[in-house]
C-alpha cells in the first residue's frame, strides 16, 4: 500500500476544467480571489479570457453567472462551500435555483478535511443546503477520477448543479478499466451480505478500510459508493438494503441533512431498515490537520470500523 | 414615437397596473406607477425587442432588479403585444403565468427571475458581460428600487460592473424616496445616490422620471458613454397617477378596494381626456 496515489479532489476539479475548456468553448469559470486555493489558476492560465474574478463577493459571483447562463454561458462558480453553499446560499436558491439556469457550482474545502483553518472554514451543511433546492443536482466525488467524470457530467447536464470538493489529498481507487460515471448512479464498490455501508467522497475509502477489518470479524460488508446525493440512486439503495437488512452511512457532513438523511428518507418511505448515521453529530469542527480530525470525529477507517462494530 | 404617444401609452400601462392589482386584490402599485414612464419608453423605443420573438438572439436585455414592481413591468409587456391585457387580471392568482414576481420560465418577455432585492443587478452585470466576452452589441437594462440599494449585494455588482467598464449596462434607479417602512432617509438613507454610484466608477445622469424628453436624452447619453457603465437617477413620485397614491407610502404594497379602483381610474381617463385635448 506504500504507492497510492494521492490527488485533493480540487486539484482534479482545476484540472477537469482546464481539460475540458478547448471542448467546450461557452465554459466560463468564475472565481471570489481564492483561484489559487480552488484551484482553477491552471484554467486561467489556459483560458485567461474566460476566466473571471469577482473579488470578495460571492453572492455578487452567482448572480453573474446567473445572467451569464442566460446569454449562453456554462459558468462554474468556485469558492470554499462555506461561501458557495452558505454565504450565497439565497443567490443560489432565487437566481440559479428558481430558474433552473444553467450553472454550475464547484465547491471546494468541504468539510472538517479543511484542517487548519476551523470551523469557520469547515462547512458540514452544504450537503444539506443545497439539497433543498428543487431541480438542483447534487455530487460528492470521492476521487481524483470520479471527480473530474463528474466535472464533465455537470457540463453535459443541462441545468444546476452543486460539485463539492475536498482540500486534502487522497487516494485514488477509481482507476478501474470498468469505471463508468452517471449522475444519479452509484456504484457497489464492495459486495457484501451483512450489511450495506452507503458512503460519500472520502469516506468512500475510509469504508472500504472499514469493510477489510470487518470482514477479519467475520463481518461481510457491502460499500456502496454515493457521489450523487441528489438525485439519489435509491434503486441500489433499496436492494442492497433489502438483501443484508442493515444500513449504515458515512459522510464527511452534519448527520442532519446529508447522505445520512438522504438514504432514511429513502428507506422510511420505501423499506424500513435500521439505519446507523456516521457524521458530525450536531457540532462544529475545529483546527487540527486533516488527519487527525478525520481520526478524532470517527470518519477514518478505523473509526468507521469501531461504530459499525458496536451498532451491529 | 412622439412623446404625445409614449404620455398615451404609458397612461395605458398604469391603468393595467391599477386593474392588475385590483383584481389580484394584492401586489405593489406604488413602485410600479412611479416608473411607468421609464418602462413605457424602455420597451416602445429604447429596447431592441421583438414581442413576437421573446427570446430574439441578441436582443437588449431587462432585468427588473426591484422585482416587486412585476405589475408594472408585465402591463407594459401586455401592452406592447407580448401578452394579452386583458391577462394581467390574473396577476398573483393560482394557475396564472403570472406570478407575484417576474419568472422568466413562464412569462414571454421577462429576461430574468427576480424579486429579492439586490440579485437582479448582479445578472444583469453578468448579462452585459457575456456581451462583451462574445463581442455582442446588446444592451442590458435593470431598474432598482432606491430602497433596494440598502442591500449590500448591489455595492458589489456596481464594484464589479466599475471595475470591467461596462459601458453596455444602464442601471436605473427609481428615487420615489419612499419604502414600506417610510422614507429612505428615515429608515436608512442612502443618499447621495449619484455620489456612490459615481464613486463605484458609473456615469451618472439625474433625471426627471416622468419627462420623457429627459429619459430620452439620457439613454441616448449613456449610449455615447464608453469606458463606463451609466447610472440614471431617477427623480420620480411614487403612485404618479393616481391621485391618493402619489407620495404615500402605504400604497408600496397594497391594492385598492373596490372604490379606491374605480377613482383610480377615473384619475387615469382624466389623463386620456387632457392627452385627446392636447393631440386635438
Redesign the interface.
Known amino acids: 500500500m506504500a504507492d497510492v496515489k494521492k490527488i485533493a479532489t480540487r486539484e482534479s476539479y482545476g484540472n477537469a476544467l482546464k481539460e475540458l475548456g478547448a471542448e467546450f468553448p461557452d465554459l466560463v469559470v468564475l472565481d471570489a480571489d481564492l483561484a489559487e486555493a480552488t484551484k482553477t489558476g491552471v484554467f486561467k492560465k489556459a483560458f485567461p479570457e474566460r476566466h473571471i474574478d469577482c473579488g470578495i463577493a460571492e453572492c455578487n459571483m452567482v448572480g453573474i453567472a446567473a445572467g451569464l447562463a442566460t446569454v449562453g454561458k456554462i459558468p462554474f462558480v468556485s469558492s470554499f462551500a462555506m461561501f458557495a453553499a452558505g454565504r450565497a446560499f439565497e443567490q443560489v436558491r432565487n437566481s440559479v435555483g428558481y430558474p433552473h439556469l444553467n450553472v454550475k457550482i464547484g465547491a471546494t474545502h468541504a468539510g472538517i478535511t479543511v484542517g487548519e483553518d476551523g470551523a469557520s472554514h469547515q462547512c458540514n451543511e452544504d450537503l444539506a443546503l443545497m439539497r433543498t433546492i428543487p431541480g438542483m443536482v447534487v455530487m460528492c466525488p470521492s476521487d481524483d477520477i470520479e471527480a473530474k467524470a463528474a466535472v464533465r457530467a455537470a457540463i453535459e447536464h443541462e441545468g444546476p448543479v452543486y460539485i463539492r470538493f475536498g482540500r486534502a489529498a487522497v487516494p485514488v481507487f477509481n482507476d478501474t478499466p470498468d469505471f463508468k460515471f452517471e449522475i444519479g448512479k452509484g456504484r457497489v464498490v464492495r459486495e457484501g451480505k451483512d450489511v450495506t455501508i452507503v458512503a460519500t467522497g472520502i469516506c468512500v475509502d475510509s469504508a472500504i478500510g472499514a469493510a477489510e477489518k470487518l470482514a477479519a470479524d467475520g463481518i461481510d460488508a457491502e460499500v456502496i459508493n454515493i457521489c450523487t446525493i441528489k438525485p439519489l440512486d435509491e434503486e441500489l439503495i433499496l436492494a442492497s438494503a433489502k438483501k443484508t437488512g442493515k444500513v449504515v452511512t458515512v459522510e464527511e457532513h452534519s448527520v442532519i441533512g446529508g447522505l445520512g438523511s438522504a438514504v432514511c428518507d429513502c428507506l422510511a418511505e420505501k423499506l424500513p431498515t435500521p439505519v446507523k448515521k456516521i457524521g458530525m453529530y450536531d457540532v462544529f469542527g475545529e483546527s487540527g490537520s486533516a488527519a487527525a480530525l478525520v481520526e478524532k470525529y470517527g470518519l477514518d477507517a478505523a473509526g468507521v470500523y469501531k461504530s459499525v462494530k458496536e451498532w451491529m | 414615437m412622439n412623446n404625445l404617444e409614449l404620455k398615451k401609452r404609458a397612461n395605458d400601462v398604469r391603468k393595467g397596473i391599477v386593474t392588475a392589482v385590483h383584481s389580484a386584490k394584492a401586489g405593489h402599485p406604488g413602485g410600479s406607477l412611479s416608473a411607468a414612464d421609464m418602462y413605457t419608453f424602455l420597451y416602445f423605443e429604447e429596447m431592441n425587442i421583438d414581442p413576437a420573438d421573446p427570446k430574439k438572439a441578441d436582443r437588449d436585455?431587462f432585468?427588473l432588479s426591484k422585482g416587486h414592481t412585476a405589475p408594472g413591468l408585465y402591463s407594459t409587456l401586455a401592452n406592447r403585444g407580448y401578452f394579452s391585457v386583458e391577462d394581467l387580471k390574473t396577476l398573483r392568482k393560482l394557475g396564472s403565468y403570472l406570478q407575484g414576481h417576474p419568472?422568466?420560465?413562464h412569462i414571454p418577455g421577462v429576461?430574468?427571475?427576480s424579486?429579492?432585492l439586490?440579485?437582479?443587478?448582479?445578472?444583469?452585470?453578468?448579462?452585459?458581460?457575456?456581451?462583451k466576452?462574445?463581442n455582442k452589441d446588446f444592451r442590458v437594462y435593470t431598474l432598482l428600487g432606491d430602497g433596494e440599494i440598502q442591500e449590500?449585494?448591489v455595492w458589489?455588482?456596481a464594484?464589479?460592473a466599475g471595475?470591467r467598464q461596462l459601458d453596455n449596462l444602464v442601471v436605473i434607479v427609481d428615487n420615489n424616496g419612499l419604502q414600506i417602512d417610510g422614507a429612505i432617509d428615515e429608515v436608512c438613507s442612502p443618499y447621495p445616490i449619484d455620489k456612490k454610484f459615481e464613486a463605484f466608477n458609473f456615469h451618472v445622469i439625474n433625471i426627471d422620471a416622468h419627462d420623457f424628453d429627459a429619459i430620452r436624452a439620457a439613454l441616448n447619453e449613456a449610449k455615447a458613454t464608453k469606458g463606463m457603465p451609466t447610472c440614471i437617477v431617477m427623480h420620480s413620485t411614487k403612485g404618479k397617477g393616481v391621485s391618493f397614491m402619489e407620495g404615500k407610502a402605504g400604497w408600496h404594497g397594497k391594492a385598492p378596494n373596490d372604490e379606491e379602483y374605480a377613482i383610480a381610474m377615473a384619475d387615469l381617463a382624466k389623463i386620456d381626456e387632457e392627452l385627446a385635448k392636447e393631440e386635438a
Open positions: 436585455r432585468v419568472c422568466m420560465q429576461d430574468m427571475s424579486g429579492s439586490g440579485q437582479g443587478i448582479s445578472t444583469a452585470v453578468g448579462m452585459a458581460l457575456g456581451a466576452l462574445d449590500g449585494q458589489e455588482a464594484m464589479f471595475h
